[in-house]
T-cell receptor, first 115, second 115 residues
Framework: EAGVAQSPRYKIIEKRQSVAFWCNPISGHATLYWYQQILGQGPKLLIQFQNNGVVDDSQLPKDRFSAERLKGVDSTLKIQPAKLEDSAVYLC?????????????FGPGTRLTVL | AQTVTQSQPEMSVQEAETVTLSCTYDTSENNYYLFWYKQPPSRQMILVIRQEAYKQQNATENRFSVNFQKAAKSFSLKISDSQLGDTAMYFCAFIRSGANSKLTFGKGITLSVRP
C-alpha cells in the first residue's frame, strides 16, 4: 500500500510570509496527525484529526497555525505569518483508528526554513 | 503529564557488534505502550518495536529487542549484529492507553554504525 505522502519536501520563506503544507494519509486511515520536529528534538504533536473532526489541537499555536481536513482524507497545515522559530520539519502521520495501540505511519516530512 | 528522557545524544558502534540505547520515562499511568522509532537521514520515521506495559515479556523483532523495566521506568533498545543501514536517529516514545492519548517522544539519539 502507498505510504503517507507530503508536499513540498522543502520550503524556504521569509519571516511574516505564509506557507502551506499538504498531506495525504494512507488510504482508509481515519486518523491524521501533524507533528512539528525542531532540530535536535523529538516530534511534538500539533493537531490530531479523526476523520474530518479535530480530536486534539492543544499544542497548535492558533494565532498563526491552522489546519483542516475537510473531506476526512487529505489535510493542509498553514502558517500565517511565519516566525523564525517555526523553522522545523513538519511531519504528517496517519493511523487506522487513532487508538493508542495503533501504529502511526509517518510521511517524509516538509523541512521549513524561515529566514 | 508524561515525559520521555533520552540522555545520550549520540552513540557509535562497529558493524556486526551490539549496541544498547537507553530511555527512561515518567508517568503515573499503569496502562501504556512504549515504542522505538527509527528516523534514517532524510528518510521517514518508521516503527522499530513496541512494548505493552502489561506484558512482562520483553518484545523482540529480529535483531532488535528491548529491556523493559516497569518499576524502574526504563525501556532500552538493543540492536544486535549492527548493520550500516541501522545508522539513524532513534526515538523512544510513550502513549498511555485510552482515548485521545497522544504520543510523547524523547529527544532522540543519533546512532552511527562504523564499517
Amino acid at each position: 500500500e502507498a505510504g503517507v505522502a507530503q508536499s513540498p519536501r522543502y520550503k524556504i520563506i521569509e519571516k511574516r510570509q505564509s506557507v502551506a503544507f499538504w498531506c495525504n494519509p494512507i488510504s482508509g486511515h481515519a486518523t491524521l496527525y501533524w507533528y512539528q520536529q525542531i532540530l535536535g528534538q523529538g516530534p511534538k504533536l500539533l493537531i490530531q484529526f479523526q476523520n474530518n473532526g479535530v480530536v486534539d489541537d492543544s499544542q497548535l499555536p492558533k494565532d498563526r497555525f491552522s489546519a483542516e481536513r475537510l473531506k476526512g482524507v487529505d489535510s493542509t497545515l498553514k502558517i500565517q505569518p511565519a516566525k523564525l522559530e517555526d523553522s522545523a520539519v513538519y511531519l504528517c502521520a496517519s493511523s487506522r483508528w487513532g487508538a493508542s495501540t495503533d501504529t502511526q505511519y509517518f510521511g517524509p516530512g516538509t523541512r521549513l526554513t524561515v529566514l | 503529564a508524561q515525559t520521555v528522557t533520552q540522555s545520550q545524544p549520540e552513540m557509535s558502534v562497529q558493524e556486526a557488534e551490539t549496541v544498547t540505547l537507553s530511555c527512561t520515562y515518567d508517568t503515573s499511568e499503569n496502562n501504556y505502550y512504549l515504542f522505538w522509532y527509527k528516523q534514517p537521514p532524510s528518510r521517514q520515521m518508521i516503527l522499530v518495536i513496541r512494548q505493552e506495559a502489561y506484558k512482562q515479556q520483553n518484545a523482540t523483532e529480529n535483531r532488535f529487542s528491548v529491556n523493559f523495566q516497569k518499576a524502574a521506568k526504563s525501556f532500552s533498545l538493543k540492536i544486535s549484529d549492527s548493520q550500516l543501514g541501522d545508522t539513524a536517529m532513534y526515538f523512544c516514545a510513550f502513549i498511555r492507553s485510552g482515548a485521545n492519548s497522544k504520543l510523547t517522544f524523547g529527544k532522540g539519539i543519533t546512532l552511527s554504525v562504523r564499517p
